[in-house]
Structure formats: structure tokens, C-alpha cells
């Protein structure tokens, strides 16, 4: 499995992205696909994840703001996001694994990471 990550950018505080992640080799209908992110300095947390069958979960701070939704036909998941704040700053990684989990460690493949930075 390869997992393409595009879409991040600079974008101004209370700004929108959507960030793509394209999975070849295997189709990304079969597994969990999670979104992560990681800050300079910090380690890489949990953003939101999707379920093989499209139930969604999100780590507290984005929950209204952030959806994440896949195109079973393109192979693509998407991570929309919304109201974005300067603390959203970081580079956002997807990741592919068996079942839903929120740690990097349920997650065997990952995408290269897209850059994404709000400004205030």
C-alpha cells in the first residue's frame, strides 16, 4: 500500500483545507484510515480516524470543525477542515491500518505528510 498526502498549505486563521490521501496497491475501502499530525518539537498525535464501513471518530479539539470522509471509488480519503487556528500548525501524516485506533502504532502504512500553517 502507497498513501499519497496532498492538499496542506498556508492558510489565515479561521480559514479551510482539505487535505487528500490517495492509497494505490490496495484499495483503502478495506481498512481504518487515520489522520495524524506532528507540531515542531512534538510528538505525533491523533487527529480522526474512519472505519472500513465510514464510522468517523475525532480526538477532542477538532470535533465540529474537522470531517474526514473517503471516496470509495477514487481510493481517497479526505480530511476537511474548518475554523482552522494557529494551533492546527503542523504537518499532517495519514496512515492505513487493519482496524480503528487512535495510537500511530495501529497504523502500517503511512503517507508522506503535507505541511499545513494557519497564521493568525
Known amino acids: 500500500v502507497q498513501l499519497q498526502a496532498s492538499g496542506g498549505g498556508l492558510v489565515q486563521a479561521g480559514g479551510s483545507l482539505r487535505l487528500s490521501c490517495a492509497a494505490s496497491g490496495q484499495t483503502s475501502s478495506g481498512y481504518s484510515v487515520g489522520w495524524f499530525r506532528q507540531a515542531p518539537g512534538k510528538e505525533r498525535v491523533f487527529v480522526g480516524r474512519?472505519?472500513?464501513?465510514?464510522?468517523?471518530y475525532y480526538t477532542n479539539s477538532v470535533k465540529g470543525r474537522f470531517t474526514i470522509s473517503r471516496d470509495v471509488a477514487e481510493n481517497t480519503v479526505y480530511l476537511q477542515m474548518n475554523s482552522l487556528k494557529p494551533e492546527d500548525t503542523a504537518v499532517y501524516y495519514c496512515?492505513?491500518?487493519?482496524?480503528?485506533?487512535?495510537?500511530?502504532?495501529?497504523?502500517?502504512?503511512w503517507g508522506q505528510g503535507t505541511q499545513v500553517t494557519v497564521s493568525s
Open positions: 474512519i472505519s472500513r464501513i465510514g464510522i468517523t
Open positions: 496512515a492505513v491500518g487493519p482496524s480503528p485506533s487512535n495510537s500511530p502504532s495501529g497504523y502500517d502504512y
